[in-house]
């Protein structure tokens, strides 16, 4: 019998699905000095983005039988995979299961920000009647920038472009396969787009990809989204923009530090905010659950 810590919670159907296969549960967040020596006993961890899984927990958990980590989730930036791989510990996520959410998101944010609709929800709450002050652009007709052409860039694309908008596309590989919007490279996306929405990783040896300089290069005017990773955008160049009118909103659902404590960044008149909540949908977190189960099912 395999042993199973879910340290983050999963949907019951998932758990209970993980229970008929025959797998022995633990439903259970440890504290980060505990969670180590509690590793020892289990086969598998299954987490989301609470649980930090740090080279320090893994270097205890190793003597014991952990095998295998599955983020349920896409990114995997709060495990140590370097160090899971050093001690044949494997790592998995649920890549398939939340691109349509985070894509409906960001277009969410995109209409936000286009039309005021966050600003005026709190402006109308303190008895201002903003009417000519709110007027708004469409998205129909603008250029949409999409950095990072993976599942939730497409998904994306074609959203947007079913509300008639263009689509040009990044990416860190280049030229997709089998993705028919255009190819441009990056800081041709920056000057040429209306609309910026990033659906790439943080990559900490490359640092922010959105800061200062990227910034200058876009349009007066732009709006930039981001979903992704909060340290994808330099924060505080995007206040300074945001403050100086070069971007004229930004639609985040992730931050630097997360929960957020950039009170000036949420604050800001032209920012529609969310508490990283791109995969928070029933759908997602079902099939997250189920894509949780596969891999654990075929991992034993
Ligand atoms: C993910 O990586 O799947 C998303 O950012 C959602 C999350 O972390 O909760």
């Given at each position: 019998?395999?042993?199973i ?6 949907q019951e159907?998932a ?9 022995n ?7 980060k000095?505990?969670l180590g020596?509690?590793?020892k ?5 299954v987490?989301r983005?609470a649980?930090k899984?740090?080279?320090d927990?893994l270097e205890?958990?190793?003597?014991g039988?952990?095998?295998l ?6 990114g995997?930036d709060n495990i140590?995979?370097i ?5 044949g ?11 349509d959410?985070?894509?409906e998101?960001?277009?969410a ?6 039309r ?6 709190y ?7 903003n009417?000519k ?9 603008k250029?949409?920038?999409i950095?990072?052409m993976g599942?939730i ?8 472009t ?7 596309y990044n990416d ?5 396969d089998g993705?028919k919007?255009?190819?441009?490279e990056?800081?041709?996306l ?5 609309f910026?929405s ?8 490359l640092?922010s ?28 160049a995007?206040?300074?923009?945001l403050d100086?009118g070069?971007?004229?909103?930004a ?8 929960p957020?404590?950039?009170e ?30 596969s891999?654990?099912k075929?991992?034993?």
């Amino acid at each position: 019998m395999y042993n199973i810590l879910i340290s983050d919670g999963l949907q019951e159907k998932a758990i209970n699905n993980l229970i008929n296969l025959g797998f022995n549960i633990t439903d259970k967040h440890y504290n980060k000095e505990d969670l180590g020596e509690a590793l020892k006993e289990y086969d598998a961890l299954v987490i989301r983005s609470a649980t930090k899984v740090t080279r320090d927990i893994l270097e205890v958990a190793k003597e014991g039988k952990l095998k295998l980590i599955v983020r349920a989730g896409v990114g995997v930036d709060n495990i140590d995979v370097i160090a899971a791989d050093e001690f044949g510990i494997t790592v998995r996520n649920t890549p398939n299961s939340s691109s349509d959410s985070v894509a409906e998101l960001a277009l969410a944010h995109m209409f936000a920000v286009a039309r005021f609709v966050g600003t005026s929800n709190y402006t109308m709450r303190n008895g201002e009647w903003n009417k000519k002050k709110y007027e708004g652009v469409e998205l129909s007709g603008k250029t949409l920038g999409i950095v990072g052409m993976g599942r939730i860039g497409r998904s994306l694309a074609d959203k947007a472009t079913a509300l008639g908008m263009k689509v040009v596309y990044n990416d860190a590989f280049g030229k997709v396969d089998g993705v028919k919007y255009n190819f441009v490279e990056l800081n041709e996306l920056l000057s040429a787009s209306d609309f910026i929405s990033l659906h790439v990783p943080y990559d900490k040896n490359l640092g922010s990809l959105i800061g200062k300089k990227e910034l200058e290069i876009m349009k007066d005017g732009v709006y930039l989204i981001n979903c992704a990773r909060g340290r994808v955008v330099d924060e505080e160049a995007l206040l300074e923009a945001l403050d100086n009118g070069k971007i004229a909103g930004a639609g985040i659902d992730v931050f630097e530090i997360e929960p957020n404590t950039n009170e000036a960044l949420v604050n800001h008149p032209r920012v529609s905010c969310t508490p990283h909540i791109g995969a928070s949908t029933m759908e997602a977190q079902e099939r997250i659950g189920d894509e949780v189960v596969s891999v654990i099912k075929e991992f034993f």
